[in-house]
């Protein structure tokens, strides 16, 4: 199994939003994607997913274009969670999480509906929330629901817009392990981050995007430097090695206050 973009390129409203993109994901592999506000890494994602359909080149899934490919099919392959999720008024979250199973009406997966509803839920530590209105979750609590939703549909493709960004860090690690644990267990996972420690500490691969291009494409022990970094965030960022881990930190201009 193996999603790829293949020199894509997006325009919209007018602005070039991708150019010449490529980038390979394969199963068993974690890739985050990061890069500043506006660099494309959403619109890339929905490139990815098969939601856009790009101006050039092509997105393939096992070499086939994601445009010839049937809806349900899609559905049965790759999962998607949207950095801004609808509000699914008048649900429960039990819902939310029981619609991730609907490409899977009419085949044999059926029998395990209940089951894998459970599991989800289990997994996004959100069965205590099982019968909460989807829109009287905090932030976190909904992306964690969402999180249960792609994680129902079982396809062997990940696709996850800044999964972490309302979740605590209990929740961020969790949330992670859970992606990591999937792509050990076959799954291609793209998971857009804007932590870079946590890229670093849970990605197989670090895809740096700038300006709609891919600036950086490898091992975050190869990708996520000081150099780097400080270009493309136009803003100086250190990396220090801590016991082994990674871990980004913006230079900032004062000296902390240091107590009399
Ligand atoms: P990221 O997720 O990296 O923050 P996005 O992929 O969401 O970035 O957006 C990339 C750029 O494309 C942004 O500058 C955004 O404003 C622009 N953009 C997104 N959608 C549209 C659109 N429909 N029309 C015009 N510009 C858009
Ligand atoms: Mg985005």
Redesign the pocket.
Known sequence: MMLAAHGVGVT??G?R?LDGVDLAVEAGEMVALV??????????LAALAGDLVPDDGVVTLDGRPLAAQAARDLARRRAVLL?HQSLAFGFHVIDVVRMGRSPWRRTDREDDDDLVVERSLERADVTELAHRLFPTLSGGEQARSSFARVLAQETPVLLL?EPTASLDIRHQEALLTIARDAARAGVAVVV?LHDLSLAAAYADRVCV?AH?RVRADGPPTEVLTGPLLTEVYDHPVQVIDHEGSLVVVPVRKEAPCVPA
């Open positions: 919209l409203g602005a939003i890069g500043p506000n506006g660099a494309g890494k959403s619109t890339l950095q817009d857009v995007l709609g």
